[in-house]
């Protein structure tokens, strides 16, 4: 889908963007203004049948003790970060990308930088923290727009109805 022009347009660019979550991704690809969903991916929680886990109860003065049932949460985020590394060694190798955009929760960032491998790492241009897995890539894009103006700073108007509403004398030097 085309990108709208006040957004980055990562012109002669490939740059991917990867949204996670506790325990789902999306993988975005943008070049020449336009961008992609390559792969949303979700880990489920098992279902389990048995209901064995660990409880405790008190009765007449006694404790019993037991469990209570839980999913793994360690087992179901090692999957989820497996498969994220494979998934992003397959698609650097197919479509070397130039740069890299993170999108993640605080407590998932260090886990993805220590899966993913140095190379790739070095590519990350900004890590954004925040769980953005449900947005859709124009927000992504938003965000991208503003950290880079945060850093650079907007001199002049993005769009070009603020430059006629502003007036041609002002930006003569600019063009």
Known sequence: MKIRKELPQFTGENALLLVTGEQSAKLYAAKNGIIEEIEPHTIL????TDREGFFAE??????????????KKLY???????????EIDHLDHKSKFASIYLFSPDFMTREVYAILPDEICDRIRFNIRGNLVEERPFILLRR????IEKIIGQKVPRKEDARKLLGKDEFRDIK
Request: no cysteine; hydrophobic share 30%.
């Open 45 to 48: 929680n098992p279902r389990y």
């Open 76 to 86: 179901i985020r090692t999957k989820f970060l497996h498969w994220l590394r494979d």
């Open 58 to 71: 008190k009765r007449d003065a006694e404790f019993a003790s037991g469990s209570v049932y839980e999913p």
């Open 144 to 147: 991208i727009r503003d950290e």
